[in-house]
């Protein structure tokens, strides 16, 4: 169930950002779409949580249709991933979501987030 709750939360986060959005992205020439994800991870796993995460973004990379950019960041915040990616539009982005090793990374990441915390995605646009 937990996993369950943990997708659906992504999952519903990154498709709302990606959905809607004001007057300037709909005008977006490119079309492409970035997404910034934010993740906080249990104190003392940050080195299992970032060989997963680097494992994650590898595969996404070398697999994903319509990847343009995926990369984790450690943040200046204690125990805070960031996620900066963009794809060819927004089905490439849902196709990831359901990709094996971005399954297979949200199961192994689930006993090293907090209980309930799912991660805070948002759509971003270049100005």
């Known amino acids: ?57 590898a595969a996404t990379l070398a697999n994903d249709k319509g990847c343009l950019r995926y990369e984790w960041y450690r943040a200046s915040t204690p125990q805070t991933y960031i996620l900066l990616q963009r794809w060819t539009d927004l089905a490439a982005a849902q196709e990831h979501l359901k990709a094996p090793h971005n399954v297979s990374a949200v199961e192994k990441l689930l006993p090293l987030v907090p209980r309930g915390e799912t991660p805070k995605a948002v759509r971003i646009t270049k100005l």
């Open 1 to 57: 169930m937990r996993r369950r709750t943990f997708l659906a939360g992504s999952t519903a986060a990154m498709l709302a950002s990606g959905a809607k959005g004001n007057a300037q992205q709909a005008h977006d020439a490119t079309a492409e779409y970035d997404f910034l994800v934010t993740q906080r991870v249990l104190a003392g796993k940050e080195e299992e949580v970032e060989a997963i995460l680097r494992d994650a973004q």
